[in-house]
């Protein structure tokens, strides 16, 4: 990456700051866009579901994965429950959506607190792995909530067979009027697709291990036995250890890492599977050096550019993101290492201009969480909108999950330096609702920004792009109008 003109800035950069200035390209196509990641994960989109307990969980990691990212599971997350979901995900076909299934005595009440856990909003009913019938909201107005499902579902189904050609199923589902179909291998269901689903499918590679199962990552602390917790996430088949403190540039991270990376060694050479450490957060070169140094072969950055959270207005510590993605994947290059820019992102030109910076992905948070895949529940404002709540990890409401284990007065003085939102809405996008309806429009944009810069790759897009600076009347020039003036 270069500034244009060689206009060395002279103070730090977010992203509202700089643009992207068109250079000669060869690159006809977004389809020519390669945005598989040039760090060793294995992802082939640069995006990453952020370590926070209002994104991250199972659905949200089988999502991103089937349209080639990665999600994270946080580290407060109770050990039997992540390792539940590592095993759901690794369970989940790469293709098919996971259906909602439910048998035919469920109330429709409680088909009704399904639906909105998946963008395709349907519930199937099912028995002895075969499928009986659909349920979808329409079904259900103005029926009784104690009514039960097999009452009301629609039990002229269409079914797909496993296997079958995407193209053919989406003209199946064209031709018959549907949304969403059962696909059955052998008779049996092994999941559901829909018309959108089956083109998704066609233009995005899943991300997947060794043994073609969809990637999951998660994250660990760096209080207590770090050695037993990486070792029990390596057991559980995590794809990507992530090591993570809101400062990682402090003694207890870098004496961590080396003993995360002694454990990740020794279940290599158990295994065969060398799975990528990520650490952080760090905003400077030197912070990036000191993770490279001590084991990290991804280095987290970011310090307070998210949305839910206050570090900066807190502390007055942080950096503008842009500037310290740019400066720590100089600093992590030199060190044979990648980063993934941690937060600020807001859209699509955002996701691209940190790639510009030279991130080898990117991590969203709060973005995610206003979506259906996301763990929360969706709730509904006075008037009407959907939405999920949000909060920091670092807010009152995480401190308290984090430290219900401690004693009352422990618990309790800890509760008194929280940083971060506790509840914020994120507001579900009627035309967005689902986290891949997000990935469409991140994706698409980043593949117009390389094809502007001439590039066929993530990498060649750190390499070629041409950055300007801008004040804030440049960027509110860019922003559409939804009426007129």
């Known amino acids: 990456m270069r500034f244009l003109n060689d206009l060395r800035p002279s103070h730090d950069l977010t992203y509202n700051d700089v643009f992207m200035v068109p250079s000669r390209s060869d690159v006809s196509s977004r389809s020519d866009v390669d945005l598989s990641t040039p760090d060793s994960v294995g992802t082939t989109i640069p995006l990453v579901a952020a370590n926070m307990t209002a994104v991250s969980g199972r659905r949200m990691a089988e999502t991103v994965a089937r349209r080639g ?36 005595d469920t109330t429709v009440a409680t088909a009704l607190s399904l639906m909105s856990k998946r963008s395709h909003g349907a519930v199937l009913v099912v028995e002895d792995a075969k499928p009986l019938g659909v349920v979808t909201e329409r079904d259900c ?53 829909t018309r959108k689903g089956a083109l998704r499918s066609a233009i995005y590679e899943p991300a997947l291990d060794s043994d073609g199962s969809l990637l999951v990552g998660a994250a660990l602390g760096i209080n207590g036995d770090v050695r037993a917790k990486a070792g029990t996430l390596l057991s559980l088949g995590i794809d990507v250890l992530v090591v993570d403190t809101a400062h990682g540039h402090q003694v207890r991270m870098l004496e961590a890492l080396p003993a995360v990376r002694a454990v990740r060694d ?19 070169a030197d912070g990036a050096h000191a993770l490279a140094a001590a084991g990290a072969e991804i280095i987290k950055v970011g310090v307070g550019p998210g949305a839910m959270c206050t570090t900066r207005m807190m502390t007055g510590v942080g ?15 030199d060190d044979g290492a990648h980063v993934w820019a941690d937060g600020g ?6 996701v691209a201009l940190a790639l510009a910076a030279g991130a080898a992905s990117v991590m969203i948070g709060s973005w995610f969480a206003g979506t259906h895949e996301s763990p929360g529940d969706l709730m ?3 008037d009407g909108r959907a939405y999920k709540e949000s909060f920091g990890m670092a807010s009152a409401r995480a401190v308290s999950n984090r430290t219900r284990e401690a004693a009352g007065f422990e618990r309790a003085r800890m509760a008194l330096f929280e940083e971060g939102i506790s509840s914020s809405r994120m507001y579900l996008d009627p035309q967005r609702s689902g986290v891949e309806d997000l990935i469409d429009s991140i994706t698409s944009g980043v593949r117009s920004s390389a094809t502007y810069a001439g ?11 041409v950055i300007g600076l801008q004040s804030s009347a440049g960027y509110d020039e860019g922003r559409a109008l939804h009426a007129s003036w």
């Open 380 to 382: 509904r404002g006075a």
């Open 455 to 465: 590039a066929r790759t993530v990498r060649e897009l750190g390499e070629r792009a």
């Open 266 to 284: 020794a279940h290599a050479d158990t295994t065969g599977r060398r799975v990528p450490i990520a650490a952080g957060n760090v905003v400077s």
């Open 319 to 333: 950096r503008p993101q842009f500037s310290a993605v740019l400066e720590c994947a100089a600093a992590a290059r």
């Open 69 to 104: 990212g990665i999600a994270i599971i946080p580290q407060d997350i109770p050990p039997g429950i992540v390792a539940d979901a590592v095993r759901r995900i690794k369970a989940a076909h790469p293709t098919y959506d996971t259906p909602i299934a439910v048998t035919p």
């Open 345 to 350: 992102v807001r859209y699509p030109r955002d």
């Open 141 to 193: 107005h103005e029926v009784d909530r104690f009514a039960q499902v097999h009452q009301v579902m629609s039990s002229d189904l269409l079914t797909l067979e496993a296997g079958q050609d995407l193209q053919a199923m989406f003209t199946a589902l064209s031709q018959r009027h549907v949304d969403i179909a059962p696909v059955l291998d052998g008779g049996r269901l092994a999941g559901v697709m």
